[in-house]
């Protein structure tokens, strides 16, 4: 399978796993904190970090292996930290739009 084609499915995976969370979020947020637009922003950065996490995960440690070094090293600790930076700044960013 072309890696491009992984990676449409790994991101759709991600994207499914995300939006299923942020649905189950969004209606908790506006009962807890009676705020509709903090929860759509929750519910759609939680769908987009799904996305964006299930990416890094495959091309991290894809681009170390195709660099010749162990794929190893892209993996755990600096695959989570690029994962939780990114998954930060679309919340910031869906919050900045939004709110």
């Known amino acids: 399978m072309p ?3 992984v990676i449409l499915s790994e ?3 991600g994207l499914f ?3 299923t969370l942020g649905t189950v979020a969004l209606p908790l947020i506006v009962f807890i904190f009676g705020e509709a637009k903090l929860a ?3 519910a759609l950065s939680v769908a ?3 996305a964006i996490a ?3 995960r495959l091309l991290l440690p894809w681009t170390f292996s ?3 070094m162990d794929p190893v090293y892209g993996s755990a600790p600096l695959a989570t930290i690029i994962q939780d930076l990114l998954s930060v700044s679309v919340y910031f960013s869906f919050a900045n739009i939004l709110l």
Do not use: E, N
Request: hydrophobic share 50%; net charge positive.
């Open 48 to 50: 987009c970090a799904g």
């Open 3 to 5: 890696l491009a084609a």
């Open 17 to 19: 796993i995300g939006a």
């Open 11 to 13: 991101g759709a995976t």
């Open 54 to 56: 299930s990416t890094v």
């Open 66 to 68: 195709h660099r010749g």
């Open 40 to 42: 759509i922003v929750v």
